[in-house]
Nanobody, 116 residues
Framework: QVQLVESGGGLVQPGGSLRLSCAAS????????MGWYRQAPGKQRELVAS???????NYGDSVKGRFTLSRDNEKNTVYLEMNSLKDEDTAVYYC??????????WGQGTQVTVSS
């Protein structure tokens, strides 16, 4: 079955770094875009970063300058490097992929907790 496999979440102190990975596995896919969204308790889900197959990453305003998204098209994988983490970055992070012509797929979510 085609699925998005996420890894890299965990607990980190403010100012620290984490790297999230998301791999679309199970079949040869036509991926128009991949990226990450996050949702904190009581808040709406928001864009963290996304990238098209042959494009430059788009970032949410709250993470610009701190997070970096990269994509390995051959591996159908995206990597989110999160630096200078803040308490407000604490959320469940969800990988997203848009598959043509099926539509969006979502990962199960991985918890990122930033706390001292």
């Amino acid at each position: 079955q085609v699925q998005l496999v996420e890894s890299g979440g965990g607990l980190v102190q403010p100012g620290g770094s984490l790297r999230l990975s998301c791999a679309a596995s199970g079949a040869t896919l036509s991926l128009a875009a991949m990226g990450w969204y996050r949702q904190a308790p009581g808040k709406q889900r928001e864009l963290v970063a996304s990238i098209r197959s042959a494009g430059t990453p788009n970032y949410g305003d709250s993470v610009k300058g701190r997070f970096t998204l990269s994509r390995d098209n051959e591996k159908n994988t995206v990597y989110l490097e999160m630096n200078s983490l803040k308490d407000e970055d604490t959320a469940v992070y969800y990988c997203n992929a848009y598959i043509v012509p099926i539509g969006p797929l979502w990962g199960q979510g991985t918890q990122v907790t930033v706390s001292s």
